[in-house]
């Protein structure tokens, strides 16, 4: 099941950003192809920079990696509620907030990459677990439909924009 199957009913169109940039792959290779090419780029950038900002105001690198983190774990209990039936209304998130108050600069790089490894491995997992008929589930986010499987590809081509942000203006 690839990318080109999902129908516009599935998520908001705010997300076809991401969703255009999650590549033509299924949602196992993608996720895990994704996840792997997002830690050697990480892991090879200077530790000199993991702190920077290319301007006041936005986030470091190390923030960046706690957004991705962060965001996926987000939109993965949104997929394994939709999955599972449950009827809530989720809201939308501050990711601003969570940033602020994070303190990814005060922790190692090893330590967020161990966290992001665990937390990709863990929505492998549970995305390989969910039958066709969970991953077109549509469950209701942000006040827009959604369903797992849109998840799966906003969490790829999501984090291939922070990527692409931080090789054009950090680097």
């Given at each position: 099941?690839?990318?080109?199957?999902?129908?516009?009913?599935?998520?908001?169109?705010?997300?076809?950003?991401?969703?255009?940039?999650?590549?033509?792959?299924?949602?196992?290779?993608?996720?895990?192809?994704?996840?792997?090419?997002?830690?050697?780029?990480?892991?090879?950038?200077?530790?000199?920079?993991?702190?920077?900002?290319?301007?006041?105001?936005?986030?470091?690198?190390?923030?960046?990696?706690?957004?991705?983190?962060?965001?996926?774990?987000?939109?993965?209990?949104?997929?394994?509620?939709?999955?599972?039936?449950?009827?809530?209304?989720?809201?939308?998130?501050?990711?601003?907030?969570?940033?602020?108050?994070?303190?990814?600069?005060?922790?190692?790089?090893?330590?967020?990459?161990?966290?992001?490894?665990?937390?990709?491995?863990?929505?492998?997992?549970?995305?390989?677990?969910f039958s066709y008929g969970m991953l077109?589930?549509?469950?209701?986010?942000?006040?827009?439909?959604?369903?797992?499987?849109?998840?799966?590809?906003?969490?790829?081509?999501?984090?291939?924009?922070?990527?692409?942000?931080?090789?054009?203006?950090?680097?």
């Amino acid at each position: 099941m690839t990318k080109e199957d999902l129908s516009i009913n599935e998520y908001n169109p705010y997300y076809q950003q991401y969703i255009q940039k999650a590549g033509d792959v299924s949602i196992s290779v993608g996720l895990k192809d994704n996840g792997d090419a997002t830690v050697l780029f990480l892991e090879s950038i200077p530790e000199e920079k993991l702190e920077s900002r290319y301007q006041e105001g936005k986030w470091t690198i190390k923030e960046i990696i706690q957004h991705l983190i962060d965001t996926e774990r987000v939109f993965a209990y949104r997929a394994l509620c939709i999955a599972r039936k449950d009827k809530t209304l989720f809201p939308g998130y501050d990711q601003d907030a969570y940033v602020v108050s994070c303190e990814a600069n005060k922790r190692s790089m090893s330590s967020l990459m161990n966290e992001y490894k665990t937390v990709r491995l863990a929505s492998i997992i549970m995305f390989e677990s969910f039958s066709y008929g969970m991953l077109t589930r549509i469950g209701v986010a942000s006040n827009s439909h959604l369903s797992p499987r849109a998840v799966a590809f906003i969490t790829i081509g999501h984090e291939n924009h922070h990527c692409e942000i931080i090789k054009e203006r950090y680097l």
